[in-house]
C-alpha cells in the first residue's frame, strides 16, 4: 500500500512537471510572437548573435543589463547618436536572441554561468564580422562589467576589435560585500531546474512590469518604455536560466578582474546614480575610480539605477567625451 502511493505520487509529480514545462514553452512561443527579433543576425562559433546596427561614424557598441535586451537601447538612446556614431547594440550571450556562449552547459539543472570573459569573446567575433573597429564600449549595469572586460582582455592583444574607450552606466565593477539574496541562489542552483519553470509559466506579467519600474526608482520609467523592452523575454526558461546563472557565478570573476584596472590605459567615463540601489554607487563606481587611472566618474544625485533613461544628456555626453578622450572626435 505505501509503494503504491509514493508510486502514484511520482507519477503525480512528474505529470506535474510535464505540465509545468509545457505551459512554459507555450507562454514562451507567444511572448517571442509578440516581441520578436528587430535586427539582424550574425554568425559566430557555436551560434548566432543578434544586433541592431545604425548611424555612420566612430563605432559605439552598447551592452544592456542582467535580465534585458537590446530594445534597452532601441526606446531612446539610440536615435540621439546616429548622427556621428556607427551605434551597434548587441543581445549578450543567452539574453533577448543571442545564443549562450558556446561550451556553456544550458540544462534544466546545470549551474554554469558565461563569465564576462567569455561573452566578450563572443561578442568581439560578432564585431570582427560587422567589420566594427576600435569601439567605444558602453555598459549598462551587468553590461559595464562585460565592458570593462573587453577592455581587460584587450591588454595583452593586438585586435582591430580593441576598446577604444568604455562607458559605464550605473555598472557593475568591483567585488560586492554578502551575497545576493535567495532570488539568484535559488534560480542559479540545481534547485532552479524545478522553480525556473514554474516561473516562467506563472508569473504574471504585472510582476515583471513591477521589477522593471523598481530599477528606475525613485523615478519612473519614461512612458512607452515598459511596453517597448518586452521584459517579459526573460522569463522565457533559456533567457531566465542564462541570466540568473551569469549572474549568481560573477563575483569572482570580478574579484579577478578588479586586479586588471590599474593596467587599463584607454579611457573609462562612468555616470552612476547616488540612489541607485541595484548597484550602489559607494561598492561600484567610487571604488573603481581609486584603482582604475583613467576612469572619471559623474556622479548624478537622487538618480536610481536606469541613468541613461533618468539622465539622458548625461549618458549622451559620456559617450562624447569618451570619444574625444580617445581621440575619435
Known amino acids: 500500500m505505501a509503494l503504491k502511493a509514493i508510486t502514484l505520487g511520482a507519477i503525480a509529480l512528474g505529470l506535474g512537471a510535464v505540465l509545468t514545462n509545457g505551459m512554459a514553452a507555450l507562454r514562451a512561443d507567444r511572448i517571442t510572437a509578440a516581441f520578436p527579433p528587430v535586427g539582424e543576425f550574425v554568425s559566430v562559433t557555436g551560434g548566432r548573435v543578434h544586433y541592431v546596427q545604425a548611424g555612420q561614424g566612430p563605432d559605439v557598441i ?4 542582467a535580465g534585458g535586451n537590446l530594445r534597452d537601447f532601441t526606446f531612446s538612446l539610440m536615435d ?8 551597434t547594440a548587441f543581445d549578450r550571450p543567452g539574453m533577448g536572441y543571442t545564443d549562450r556562449v558556446p561550451g556553456i552547459a544550458t540544462g534544466a539543472f546545470a549551474t554554469e554561468g558565461d563569465s564576462p570573459a567569455a561573452q566578450v569573446a563572443m561578442l568581439r567575433e560578432a564585431a570582427g564580422a560587422l567589420g566594427i573597429t576600435a569601439p567605444i564600449v558602453v555598459g549598462h549595469s551587468f553590461g559595464g562589467i562585460v565592458a570593462l572586460a573587453w577592455a581587460t582582455t584587450g591588454l595583452d592583444r593586438d585586435d582591430p576589435t580593441n576598446a ?9 565593477a568591483m567585488p560586492w560585500p554578502g551575497s545576493l539574496g535567495s532570488y539568484y541562489m535559488v534560480n542559479g542552483s540545481t534547485l532552479g531546474g524545478v522553480v525556473i519553470p514554474l516561473i516562467s509559466a506563472f508569473v504574471p506579467k504585472s510582476k515583471v512590469d513591477h521589477v522593471v519600474t523598481t530599477t528606475f526608482a525613485p ?46 590605459t584607454i579611457p573609462i567615463e562612468i555616470i552612476h546614480g547616488t540612489a541607485d540601489t541595484v548597484v550602489p554607487i559607494h561598492v561600484h563606481a567610487a571604488e573603481l575610480v581609486k584603482i582604475a587611472p583613467t576612469a572619471n566618474l559623474v556622479r548624478l544625485d537622487g538618480i536610481g539605477h536606469q541613468p541613461h533613461h ?11 567625451r569618451a570619444a574625444a578622450r580617445a581621440g575619435l572626435r
Open 62 to 65: 552598447l551592452l544592456h543589463g
Open 164 to 172: 577604444s574607450a568604455v562607458v559605464s552606466y550605473a555598472g557593475v
Open 80 to 87: 540621439h547618436l546616429t548622427d556621428r556614431y556607427r551605434v
Open 219 to 264: 523615478q519612473a520609467p519614461p512612458a512607452g518604455y515598459i511596453a517597448h523592452l518586452g521584459g517579459e523575454l526573460a522569463l522565457r526558461p533559456g533567457a531566465f536560466r542564462a541570466n540568473v546563472r551569469q549572474v549568481n557565478t560573477l563575483r569572482p570573476f570580478v574579484v579577478d578582474m578588479a586586479q586588471l584596472y590599474p593596467q587599463i
Open 310 to 320: 533618468s539622465r539622458q544628456p548625461e549618458a549622451i555626453a559620456a559617450i562624447d
